[in-house]
């Protein structure tokens, strides 16, 4: 997957420059983004190896991403058993999203990583009582708390587990109760040490980026609001607010299903009604609850920005893959058994398990395949391009995202705009940058209707379309304007 991703994504981009401000000792420029991440710490690291940058948040993005079974492999394995486990990695490995989105240049497959990691320890810590599993399961939820943030609610299986483990025990309350009091102590000591030892001459402390915690004030006190008969409660950005639940419903379902993948979400909830009383049990209804507060977190997320991403589930995925391994084991226990009822069938007894993993690895192996990357590579030719025929530092308007990606290849200097933004909007962006070429792509949040809006509001100021054959392959969706006749004949002329 990743020999087919030219191109970087908005979030990538971002990490790099962040790195590329970290390896020359801009702490504050560093940090000022994503404060104690230690993703770009990773990516600057591997970039003084040699690695490209780009290169390096692929390769890393791929290995941290497969080494999500080892801690997967043992917790599931100490929940359940050890053919549970197994599967478990394995539908981990075939999920079809998880493929897709691994080689990213993206804080994800590290948040992966450290998100299983720490549950596994932190399972070990309270059913083993050890201060040494008690102080690393520390460590590494801080730093899956730094990466991103919902690994806070690893606090409520911490809680949880701990107080069930407290209720068990007849002997060693005492090293259990300090254990805890180990677990949440480490993460503070460490952001003090990082802070004196380390940003010491930085100018002021830095803190875990708890940022998204906080939308949840502005999204309950709307709530307070509307049960009040407040009509004026709403965000400051107008046009989010104006989302219905409805339409937020019809963006949360798929998103959710996409995240899950139909067949995980079959699985999972074969396991969870197979499995029900296993479910129930104090030792799995804290993934549980996590679990139902990422929704939750999906949902106010989508209230505060207007749009969601597939990637949010995957915690969700990663914490049910025990059970889904369940359903799995159940179809599969189905499948054997209709084909040992006939009287051949039992001379080979493994081939319908065997036969229903090739299907689940074909059918992981092409949706990953399937995901379409012609925008994201033409965005790298597209740059190019725009270097090649408006020389160094050309200037560019375009959507958020597009923007930044397109500009990074070019060389250029760049001005984005929201997808949802008004051709009014847009045209004041455009008067007051006075770019070289302007971007249109039709999206989900930016349909080809808006981009025919807008560019009717730049024609009366000279704006005309590029003609398609001018540009690089895959752009064919693409409006690229440009406002004078002489910028349209260099565009045919670098095209000769």
Not at 193 to 206: I, S
Not at 214 to 228: C, F, H, N, R, T
Not at 421 to 438: C, D, G, L, T
Request: glycine fraction near 8%; hydrophobic fraction near 50%.
């Amino acid at each position: 997957m990743g020999a087919r991703l030219a191109s970087l994504c908005p979030d990538g981009l971002l990490y790099i420059q962040i790195a590329q401000k970290m390896e020359t000792g801009d702490l504050r420029g560093g940090l000022g983004e994503t404060q104690l991440n230690i993703y770009p710490m990773v990516l600057a690291g591997l970039h003084r190896l040699g690695l490209p940058w780009e290169l390096a948040g692929k390769y890393w993005g791929v290995l941290i991403s497969s080494l999500v079974v080892l801690p997967l492999y043992g917790w599931v394995r100490r929940q359940f058993d050890d053919r549970v486990a197994f599967w478990a990695c394995f539908l981990y490995a075939v999920h079809a999203d998880l493929i897709a989105w691994s080689p990213e240049t993206m804080r994800d497959s590290t948040f992966w990583f450290l998100f299983v990691l720490a549950i596994y320890l932190l399972w070990r810590a309270v059913t083993e009582v050890r201060l040494t599993l008690f102080a690393a399961a520390g460590v590494v939820t801080v730093l899956a708390i730094v990466t991103r943030a919902e690994a806070l609610l690893l606090l409520i299986p911490l809680a949880l587990w701990s107080w069930s483990r407290w209720r068990a025990l007849e002997q060693g309350r005492g090293r259990l109760a300090a254990g805890v009091l180990v677990c949440l102590a480490v993460p503070s000591i460490l952001v003090v040490l990082t802070n004196v030892a380390w940003l010491g001459a930085h100018g002021h402390w830095e803190l875990p980026r708890l940022r998204p915690v906080a939308q949840i004030v502005p999204w309950v006190e709307s709530l307070m609001g509307a049960a009040e008969g407040d009509t004026n409660s709403r965000l400051a950005d107008a046009s989010v607010a104006a989302l219905p639940f409805g339409r937020m419903a019809r963006i949360f379902v798929p998103t959710l299903v996409r995240g899950l993948t139909p067949l995980f979400a079959l699985f999972l909830l074969l396991g969870l009604w197979g499995w029900r009383r296993t479910w129930l049990r104090r030792d799995h209804q804290p993934l549980f609850y996590v679990a139902m507060l990422i929704l939750l977190g999906i949902w106010v997320g989508l209230w505060t920005v207007g749009s969601s991403c597939p990637r949010y589930v995957f915690p969700i995925v990663l914490m049910g893959s025990g059970f889904a391994a369940l359903g799995w084991l159940r179809i599969a226990g189905l499948c054997r058994a209709a084909w040992e009822s006939r009287a051949w069938g039992r001379r080979w007894a493994v081939v319908p398990t065997v036969a229903t993993a090739i299907v689940m690895t074909g059918l992981g192996l092409g949706g990953a395949a399937a995901r379409d990357c012609r925008f994201r590579n033409a965005q790298v030719d597209l740059g190019r391009w725009l270097h090649q025929t408006y020389g160094p530092s050309p200037r560019l308007v375009a959507p958020d995202g597009a923007a930044q990606v397109i500009a990074y290849y070019a060389g250029a200097q760049s001005r984005s705009f929201p997808q949802t933004a008004s051709p009014e909007a847009v045209v004041a962006i455009v008067r007051q940058f006075r770019p070289k070429v302007v971007l249109l792509q039709p999206t989900s949040r930016m349909n080809g209707q808006r981009c025919a809006e807008i560019w009717e509001a730049m024609a009366p100021l000279g704006w005309q379309r590029v003609d398609t054959a001018l540009l690089p392959p895959g752009c064919e969706g693409l409006l690229v304007l440009a406002r004078h006749p002489r910028d349209l004949d260099v565009a045919r002329r670098a095209t000769r």
